[in-house]
């Protein structure tokens, strides 16, 4: 299994540099028909236990070239009682860093133009985080994140 | 664990992949008498012929989901009562499916409707929320 250790911003915030790529699926059908299948993209994902899906900035979304296939109502602190809709997209996802490697396939992820607010291109969320062992060091600051081969996710 | 470098030089430089191996079965495209090479489950709600008005795999670009949500709703109690919790996969008002599970519909939905939006939805009574996680704008 393998364990990526989770910096910590200066913030405070745990963070994870990951790879995105379009779905496995996708880019197989795309190569059928001859068409480019688009490279990897590195993102910084804030590890948040508050998210039940996994979002990712509509740039990164859209620079990928991915089209959504659903849409699911979201709630946020900022919109109260009211969901807003979101698009949901479908990725790859990878860790970079010293143990790069796949960690999900055909994963659905929120797409979102509100990340940039928090100056993050991803949360990973509970849909991912419920797949891996998570461990905070409070009093060394640090974090580990240990995950298993790919997980199929929803 | 970790990347299997093996595998990974196997893929094309230009994709440069660290994803390790790639699952799933390399399929046609573009024969639209082809059989569903993963069989949806038995339905009633199963739609055959109006399938084929969608199926064009010329690129199709994303304009809402205006017609896909009124043609799931239009279909939903039906649906809820032959196959409730399954996948079923919405481009214009055709419908595919439905499937045992969201991997599952993609996959068909892909393959079926070709590149371009889908509609996937889990037939459920009532729809699931998210709670979209960190809010709190970075103070740096």
Redesign the interface.
């Known amino acids: 299994m393998p364990v990526l250790n989770v910096r910590i911003d200066h913030t405070g915030r745990p963070m994870v540099e990951l790879y995105l790529t379009m779905s496995t699926t996708q880019a197989e059908e795309r190569r059928q028909s001859g068409d480019p299948v688009p490279g990897l993209v590195a993102v910084n994902a804030l590890l948040d236990t508050g998210a039940g899906r996994s979002q990712v900035s509509l740039a990164i979304l859209e620079a990928l070239g991915l089209d959504p296939v659903s849409d699911v109502n979201v709630f946020t602190a900022s919109t109260g009682d009211v969901a807003l809709m979101m698009d949901v997209y479908v990725v790859d996802l990878a860790s970079a860093g010293d143990q790069p490697g796949p960690m999900a396939e055909d994963l659905p992820v929120i797409g979102s133009s509100k990340l940039s607010g928090l100056k993050v291109d991803m949360l990973l969320g509970r849909d991912v985080l419920d797949r891996c062992l998570l461990a905070y060091d409070g009093p060394n600051r640090c974090f580990s994140l240990a995950y298993d081969q790919p997980a199929v996710v929803m | ?4 470098l093996k595998k990974r030089r196997r893929r094309p430089a ?11 079965k ?5 024969n639209l008498e082809t059989p569903m090479s993963e069989p949806a489950l038995p339905s009633t709600a199963t739609i055959g012929p109006d399938v084929g008005a969608a199926l064009t ?1 010329k690129p ?1 670009t ?1 304009l809402g ?1 205006t017609t896909e949500r009124a043609a799931y709703q239009s279909r939903k109690a039906d649906l809820l009562r032959s196959d409730p919790g399954t996948f079923v996969v919405f481009v214009g008002e055709a419908m595919a499916g439905p499937f045992a ?3 599952s519909a ?2 068909e ?3 079926r409707f ?8 889990q037939v459920l009574a009532e ?14």
């Not at chain 2, 230009?14 to 799933?24: A, C, E, L, T, V």
């Not at chain 2, 070709?114 to 939805?121: R, S, T």
């Open positions: 664990m970790g990347l299997n230009s994709i440069g992949h660290p994803m390790g191996k790639r699952q799933g390399v399929r046609p495209v573009s795999l199709r994303h989901y599970d969201f991997r993609y996959r939905g892909l393959r070709g590149q371009g939006p889908l509609y996937i939805k729809e699931p929320a998210a709670e979209s996680g960190a809010s709190e704008p970075c103070r740096s």
